[in-house]
């Protein structure tokens, strides 16, 4: 795969073993960026232990407004070895993490594996999560199927024009709804645990960007419609203008009160009822009068 790399699908078709990057800007050396248990991810994966993240730097998206963009665009982190990888895994567990969180994997997926090898013979048992952007191949996700417990992608955007002018790919909704169909297909609904921590099963984000540019409407009426009414969906609230967002003026402010609202309504017009705790986080300043 990463000989012509064909792990997203972007498709670059570089030898990334031979030292050249594509789009994603790594090589066969991966960085991270952070790990630790995070408490502030979504009720089911935090639990009462944290969730175990491991924070891969550089991504396969090139989103304009990105809220981690200091990792995921300017390349914050260390290289780590397969050998390292693996300790992280197993140190995450050791520190009681109810999963071992993979934040941005798609562009080290075959890294992940080779880590994962020695982790689960030196005793990883967690739930692993595929925390993803929801720009994955179809057929990669395939070599997951029995590997990844718990699929959290991304639901950014259902317009091809939004998706080419804010992240730099314009099949990313097409691309986007296979993804979503084939995690569904392999892990199925959410399932916790007697104490509500997540096991096995679909998980989506979404976040609300001002002015509808997150084409709310369509990717709930395809959840409700084309996967499952019992989708546990996190719509997010938190979205600021950082990175280059400043430059696209439909960006360059947070999201309301009203149409954060008008999301969680329109979810739960499409049947959608398993939604992440939900706050609003804005300062007053920003909301409306
Ligand atoms: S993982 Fe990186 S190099 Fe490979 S296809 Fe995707 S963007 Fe290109």
Same mark, same amino acid.
């Given at each position: 795969m990463l000989e012509e790399c064909w792990v997203c699908p972007r498709h670059c078709g570089v030898n990334r073993l031979t030292g050249e990057s594509g789009k *994603?800007?790594? =090589?066969s050396q991966v960085l991270i960026s952070s790990y630790g248990p995070h408490f502030g991810e979504e009720a089911p994966l935090v639990g009462r232990q944290g969730s175990g993240t491991i924070f891969f730097t550089y991504c396969n998206l090139r989103c304009v407004? *990105?809220?981690?963009y200091t990792i995921s665009?300017? +390349?914050e982190g260390s290289p780590v070895n397969r050998e390292e990888l693996a300790k992280m895994m197993l140190s995450l567990q050791a520190k009681g993490c109810h999963n071992i969180n993979l934040v941005s994997p798609t562009h080290v997926l075959p890294h992940i594996l080779d880590a994962l090898e020695l982790a689960v013979g030196a005793g990883l048992y967690l739930p692993l999560v #595929?925390? @993803? %952007? %929801? #720009? $994955? *191949?179809v057929e990669t996700l395939k070599l997951l199927d029995g590997i990844v417990d718990i699929y959290m992608p991304d639901?950014? #955007? @259902? $317009?091809e024009r939004t998706a080419e002018q804010l @992240? +730099?790919?314009? $099949?990313y909704p097409e691309v986007n709804k296979a993804a979503i169909k084939e995690m569904h297909r392999q892990v199925g609904d959410l399932q916790l645990d007697k104490q509500g921590v997540a096991q096995r099963g679909l998980l989506v984000r979404h976040l609300v960007l001002p002015n509808q540019l997150a084409g709310t409407e369509e990717v709930v009426w395809f959840l409700g419609q084309?996967? @499952? =009414?019992n989708t546990y969906l996190n719509v997010m609230a938190q979205y600021h203008p950082c990175y280059k967002a400043f430059d696209i003026p439909l960006l360059s402010r947070p999201v309301n009160k009203q149409e954060f609202y008008e999301a969680i309504e329109l979810a739960h017009q499409q049947g959608l009822y398993r939604l992440d705790r939900y706050h609003f986080p804005l300062p007053l300043r920003f909301v409306p009068r």
């Open positions: *994603c800007h790594i =090589t407004f *990105c809220q981690n665009q300017l +390349g #595929y925390n @993803s %952007g %929801g #720009y $994955d *191949c639901m950014k #955007y @259902s $317009d @992240s +730099g790919i314009k $099949d084309e996967v @499952s =009414t």
